[in-house]
């Protein structure tokens, strides 16, 4: 069955529907809301059967930990056994927020919802359609990104539908997300702090914050043997269907080389994607540029992102090139993503022309 679609906004909020989506929940059904992040795949976080639902619902494997969502800082406290003093300190500042933690579970947390981990990842999200639903469900809602496992993830209501439509109870559509990529998460299980995926707050930020704190070894070297300690960032995900390649180099000796390839692969019969930006679009030659935003703006890109992959599955291109985009706050965050999606090829036109 298709699921309800209900429509709101965070300033105007249909507590009758959130009443019944909280109901879902709490009967263990499945219910995606928006977050500031992406759109979230809701269960009741307390109910291992949910949490079942939710990784048959999107063929993500079952190791693959769940982030806990709550809506009330002294939630916390029931769903882990210690908050360390760093922890703490960082939930005030930047809670409600696009901050996912990592701390020791308590007894009460199903290990189906920590993918069989002693630890489980929790997150107090400022959207307010999010708040009101994971209250109306009982406090505690475990929610993954909200796409099919593999795709990127949605940063609209209809990108969920596309991917879940029929498997779910009901979409609350809070309309387009704010930031675009999913939460910064930072673990708190070992001395010193440890960020497992880079996100809106970034790795300097945080040092501000807490002064030391350290980049997971797994993500500085994704090729190499070391395995990134979050289970799910060792999976290619945000795969377009097309084959993805970074260009990376100068701008100039960038733009040349991608109308260079876009020439010898229309030679080939093959149909072309370039990702640009407003600064550059205009100097390609040919192919479907789409445009991801403006590098005097870096929100834009990491809002744009997800969007313009799954818009790149539709025109059926069998090549994408995408500039890189080293932005200086959120350029971590979007060029993890934009390498997973990629499977890491990147095309070094300055080694080329050396
Ligand atoms: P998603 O829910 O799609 O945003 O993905 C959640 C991410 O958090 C995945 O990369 C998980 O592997 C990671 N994660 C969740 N719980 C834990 C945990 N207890 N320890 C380490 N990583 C976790
Ligand atoms: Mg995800």
């Not at 708040?131 to 469900?137: P, S, Y």
């Not at 673990?187 to 010193?192: G, L, Q, R």
């Not at 350290?214 to 097309?242: E, F, N, T, W």
Request: glycine share 8%; net charge negative; aromatic share 6%.
């Amino acid at each position: 069955m298709a699921a309800e679609v209900i429509q709101m906004t965070e300033d105007v909020i249909n507590k009758e529907a959130i009443a019944r989506a909280g109901k879902i929940l709490k009967d263990g059904g499945l219910v995606a809301f928006p977050t500031e992040t992406v759109y979230g795949l809701g269960g009741n976080a307390m109910d291992p059967t949910a949490s079942m639902k939710i990784y048959a619902a999107k063929g993500r494997p079952s190791d693959n930990p769940l982030i806990v969502h709550i809506a009330e800082m002294k939630s916390l406290e029931k769903i882990v056994t210690n908050i360390p003093e760093k922890a703490r300190i960082l939930a005030e500042k930047y809670w409600p927020g696009p901050l996912t933690m990592i701390l020791q579970k308590a007894e009460i947390v199903p290990m189906e919802t920590t993918g069989g981990l002693n630890t489980v990842a929790v997150r107090f999200p400022s959207d307010k359609i999010a708040q009101e639903l994971i209250r109306a469900a009982g406090g505690y809602v475990a929610a993954p990104s909200a796409n099919t496992s593999g795709r990127p993830s949605p940063t609209t209501a209809e990108h969920v539908r596309e991917d879940l439509g029929t498997v779910i109870d009901m979409i609350l559509d809070g309309g387009p997300v704010g930031i675009g990529l999913e939460s910064t998460i930072v673990d708190f299980t070992e001395e010193i702090p440890i960020v497992l995926r880079p996100g809106y707050i970034s790795l300097e930020m945080l040092r501000e914050t807490l002064g030391e704190v350290k980049m997971d070894k797994g993500l500085i070297a994704p090729d190499s043997k070391v395995r990134p300690k979050a289970p799910g960032m060792k999976y290619r995900h945000y795969a377009p269907k097309a084959d993805l390649a970074i260009v990376k180099g100068p701008m100039e000796k960038v733009i040349a080389a991608i109308n260079h390839f876009l020439k010898e692969d229309e030679k080939s019969g093959k149909k072309v994607g370039i990702i640009a930006t407003e600064e550059t679009k205009k100097y390609y030659s040919g192919g479907i540029v789409k445009c991801i935003g403006s590098r005097e703006e870096e929100e834009t890109i990491a809002h744009n992102l997800y969007e313009v992959l799954r818009e790149f599955d539709q025109c059926e291109v069998n090549v994408i090139y995408s500039e890189e985009f080293y932005t200086p706050r959120m350029g971590q965050a979007i060029m993890n993503r934009l390498l997973k999606a990629a499977g890491h090829k990147i095309i070094n036109v300055q080694e080329e022309a050396e």
